[in-house]
């Protein structure tokens, strides 16, 4: 596989994982601005979030292993690259200048693009930004990734600077053309709660339990290791699965919503009709039937071996299945958590008026 198809390769699968880490304030954001996540959201999401790691990728990989790279100069004078152009007409490289500069100017339309869907700038703050940007790369680049090699692996040529810059201006101008603008009238507010809010709550609920748990097992793994407590698995294992159970399930009791809940901006309320009473009993049900038996299962497949770390996993994916069903299938998409504890979801009035406050 050559150098640029690997560093494609490299920029979805980690622009990829960036994309998911990210659709939890993405869709708490969307959810409380139009009550709806979109299809093209979450595309802008994931062309974004790939685009950003291809600008580290293409400019400064593959970084090359100590010894084995020759060290580069610099290009100060203006328009001593792109002259080249007019004035090697038919020399070997010539062809090759060519789609230097192009590229150069192609890989920072989408830059231009992305800042006035995404956050409704125009082009002098695609300017603005695409020369901060590029300049940011150039430095990188020059300092030998500042300092990590003992001198630039890469030619730092101020014309990049100029083309880059172009790139961004001419990605803006390109949006007026291809992006659906959106009009001056409101679309309503959804009153119900969709099958594609209640998902995106559940996977907000598995993400942030993991980035959590990550986390947390993180740090537990640095104090042991560098300080005067001894490693224990176990330990890591009931931080790793302990620290985010415990907070959905503080949450789950003390507001009756779990984190994913919140990121969508659903709450739940006792079903109609049922008798005006505490509401932590239901919470209680609801955590018992919810949370814990996916926590239960995640610790018994990290902690156990063999068949019994196999069984749990089978079993986490067999719940994970009755969820999605459930939920499928269950009035206001209320899911198995809320069916056992006999609870309706509700949109959160209070985050729904969010936007009408902010008109």
Known sequence: MGDQATNALVAIVLGSVVAVVLLVPTAAHQYRLDGRLQAKD???????????????????????????????????????????????????????????????????????????????????????????????????????????????????????????????????????????????????????????????????????????????????????????????????????????????????LAVGRTVGEHVVAVRAVPRAGGAARSPYPRRLVKLAAGATPGFALVAVAVAGAGWVATAALVGLGLLTVAHVVVAGRSEQHRGLSHVVAGLDLRIATEERLEREVRR
């Open 42 to 252: 979450l595309a802008v999401l994931l062309s974004g979030a790939v685009y950003g790691l291809s600008l580290w990728t293409y400019t400064l990989l593959p970084m090359p292993a100590p010894d084995s790279y020759r060290c580069r100069g610099r290009q100060l004078e203006p328009f001593g690259s792109i002259s080249r152009i007019w004035t090697d007409v038919g020399a070997p490289d010539h062809t090759f200048q060519v789609g230097q500069v192009a590229l150069n100017v192609l890989l920072f339309v989408p830059l231009g693009y992305y800042l006035r869907v995404i956050v409704r700038r125009g082009v002098v703050t695609a300017a603005l930004v695409g020369l901060a940007t590029s300049l940011l790369i150039e430095l990188t680049q020059t300092t030998g990734v500042w300092n990590l090699y003992d001198c630039p692996y890469r030619l730092l040529d101020v014309d990049d600077l100029l083309v880059n810059t172009v790139g961004a201006v001419g990605g803006s101008l390109l949006s007026f053309v291809v992006l659906d603008r959106r009009d001056d009238t409101t679309p309503p507010l959804p009153s119900t709660v969709s099958l594609g809010r209640r998902l995106v709550g559940l996977a907000s609920d598995v993400i942030f339990s993991v980035l959590l748990g990550g986390a947390a097992a993180a740090v537990y793994r640095g104090l042991t290791e560098h300080g005067p407590g001894d490693h224990d698995a176990g330990v890591r294992t009931a931080v790793l699965v302990g620290v985010p159970y415990v907070v959905q399930a503080v949450s789950v």
